[in-house]
């Protein structure tokens, strides 16, 4: 074997060691990239899991709360309580005190009356003095009305309440439920659809509280915040990318705005404690300080996005622009802020959607009182959703669980709507270059 036949046989075996030790390595990077894509579906499905779960356990816990139990009872309006002349000011509770009485006269005892009178809500007084408001020709005349149930009655019928325990571990007692029992086998109690929930501000009662107040609430800080983010933040964005000059400076802002969006949402309640509360004294607990604070907060990202979407525009549409004489001005506004409007709606939405689901900033300026009234302003007394969830889920009394649970979903409703639309909007607007 000459010199070089031994040179061949030497790079041959060089090679087969080379190739046995890239193999060797591919097989263990398709082993590590297989693990990879197995541990990633492993935990897209352990995510998807715990969303099930959340939304099953929220479903679960409210969609009750969509529907109320009422009492039908015979309801004398007896000219003695209901005198012509103080219709408003008569003695309603009484009036339904006393169709309780006559419907169910073994209710002899003050303490036996007591339990008799916890069957309905103090709500059915308000029911009545509304009626007969509206229509004063009712006064004499004997009607069945249906009334809203307590709160204890409406969790009894729903099956969160075990009547089945000893009678000193229920809520209600074994003559209330006597009575209920008479009440069923006449029709005279049935689930209906829950209007209140949806119609009335916040109650002391479960059975009388609805989400209007903190739905209208939440409507007046959104409008508020929509109105001063986003020509705020879509003029920053436009001057930061198309005009500003890159120096200190500018990279100082930009350096904060991104410090920015990450800012605990609870420190702009603090700030808007300070400066819109304790120095230009704008009043506590209204919208207009609520929309102001969240602009605050959603500022930073809807910069963000804008400043993303102006960059997505390709620089030949500028440079033609200028090619053909127009000013800077006239390039941004006639060219690129048009094509980058779908991505700065879409930022948009996603921070409004941030703001509609915050609590923490809201609670440092007051928004966390209690509000019966449906708010007629901007500057009246009112409250939000998420601040509405955390006062009731603080409630003890279990119809608060459900209509904290039904509050939740909707919110959620709300948020799934916004994320949608801003997703929708993409996808319709999106020019790909």
Same mark, same amino acid.
């Given at each position: 074997?000459?010199?070089?036949?031994?040179?061949n046989q030497n790079l041959q075996k060089s090679a087969g060691r080379t190739m046995d030790i890239v193999n060797q390595g591919l097989q263990k990077r398709y082993a590590a990239e297989k693990r990879f894509r197995v541990l990633g579906l492993a935990a897209i499905i352990a995510s998807m899991l715990f969303l099930?779960?959340?939304?099953?356990? &929220?479903?679960?816990?409210?969609?009750?709360?969509?529907?109320?139990?009422?009492?039908?009872?015979?309801?004398?309006? +007896?000219?003695?309580?209901?005198?012509? +002349?103080?219709?408003?000011?008569?003695?309603?509770?009484?009036?339904?005190?006393?169709?309780?009485?006559?419907?169910?006269? $073994?209710?002899?005892?003050?303490?036996?009356?007591?339990?008799?009178?916890?069957?309905?809500?103090?709500?059915?007084?308000?029911?009545?003095?509304?009626?007969?408001?509206?229509?004063? =020709?009712?006064?004499?005349?004997?009607?069945?009305?249906?009334?809203?149930?307590?709160?204890?009655?409406?969790?009894l019928v729903k099956g969160h309440f075990d009547r089945s325990l000893p009678e000193g571990e229920r809520r209600l007692k074994d003559k209330q439920l006597g009575w209920l029992d008479r009440l069923t086998a006449t029709d005279s109690i049935k689930k209906k659809f829950n209007t209140i929930f949806f119609t009335?501000?916040?109650?002391?009662?479960?059975?009388?509280? @609805?989400?209007?107040?903190?739905?209208?609430?939440?409507?007046?800080?959104?409008?508020?915040? #929509? &109105?001063?983010?986003?020509?705020?933040?879509?003029?920053? =964005?436009?001057? #930061?990318?198309?005009?500003?000059?890159?120096?200190?400076?500018? $990279?100082?802002?930009?350096?904060?705005?991104?410090?920015? /969006?990450?800012?605990?949402?609870?420190?702009?309640?603090?700030?808007?404690?300070?400066?819109?509360?304790?120095?230009? @004294?704008?009043?506590?607990?209204?919208?207009?300080?609520?929309?102001?604070?969240?602009?605050?907060?959603?500022?930073?990202?809807?910069?963000?996005?804008?400043?993303?979407?102006?960059?997505?525009?390709?620089?030949?549409?500028?440079?033609? /622009?200028?090619?053909?004489?127009?000013?800077?001005?006239?390039?941004?506004?006639?060219?690129?802020?048009?094509?980058?409007?779908?991505?700065?709606?879409?930022?948009?939405?996603?921070?409004?959607?941030?703001?509609?689901?915050?609590?923490?900033?809201?609670?440092?300026?007051?928004?966390? =009182?209690?509000?019966? $009234?449906?708010?007629?302003?901007?500057?009246?007394?009112?409250?939000?959703?998420?601040?509405?969830?955390?006062?009731?889920? +603080?409630?003890?009394?279990?119809?608060?669980?459900?209509?904290?649970? =039904?509050?939740?979903?909707? #919110?959620?409703?709300?948020?799934?709507?916004?994320?949608?639309? /801003?997703? &929708?909007?993409?996808?319709?607007?999106?020019?790909?270059?």
């Open positions: 074997m000459n010199k070089k036949e031994k040179n099930a779960l959340l939304f099953v356990t &929220i479903i679960g816990n409210g969609y009750t709360a969509f529907w109320q139990t009422f009492v039908k009872i015979d309801v004398y309006f +007896d000219p003695e309580i209901l005198p012509r +002349d103080s219709l408003k000011t008569a003695d309603y509770p009484g009036l339904v005190k006393k169709s309780l009485r006559t419907m169910f006269p $073994d209710a002899q005892g003050r303490k036996d009356k007591r339990m008799l009178y916890k069957l309905v809500s103090t709500g059915a007084s308000f029911q009545l003095r509304d009626m007969v408001l509206q229509n004063p =020709a009712l006064v004499g005349q004997t009607l069945s009305i249906w009334v809203p149930a307590d709160d204890d009655v409406d969790m009335a501000g916040d109650s002391r009662e479960p059975e009388l509280a @609805g989400i209007k107040g903190a739905v209208v609430g939440s409507f007046y800080t959104l409008v508020i915040t #929509l &109105i001063l983010s986003f020509p705020i933040g879509v003029a920053a =964005a436009v001057y #930061l990318e198309e005009f500003a000059p890159r120096n200190r400076w500018t $990279d100082l802002i930009e350096v904060n705005i991104n410090n920015l /969006a990450a800012v605990p949402s609870i420190v702009f309640g603090l700030l808007g404690l300070a400066v819109f509360l304790n120095f230009f @004294g704008l009043p506590r607990s209204a919208p207009l300080v609520g929309g102001l604070v969240l602009t605050l907060m959603t500022l930073p990202t809807i910069i963000i996005a804008s400043r993303a979407a102006l960059l997505s525009v390709p620089p030949s549409i500028r440079e033609a /622009a200028l090619g053909v004489g127009a000013s800077k001005m006239q390039v941004v506004g006639h060219h690129v802020l048009p094509l980058a409007l779908p991505g700065m709606l879409t930022g948009t939405i996603i921070g409004m959607a941030r703001a509609l689901g915050e609590s923490a900033p809201l609670l440092m300026i007051g928004m966390v =009182a209690f509000i019966v $009234d449906i708010p007629g302003g901007f500057t009246e007394p009112s409250t939000v959703l998420p601040v509405q969830i955390y006062l009731w889920v +603080d409630s003890p009394e279990r119809a608060f669980m459900e209509r904290t649970s =039904a509050a939740v979903m909707i #919110l959620l409703g709300f948020l799934i709507v916004m994320n949608a639309t /801003a997703v &929708i909007l993409r996808k319709k607007f999106e020019r790909r270059w």
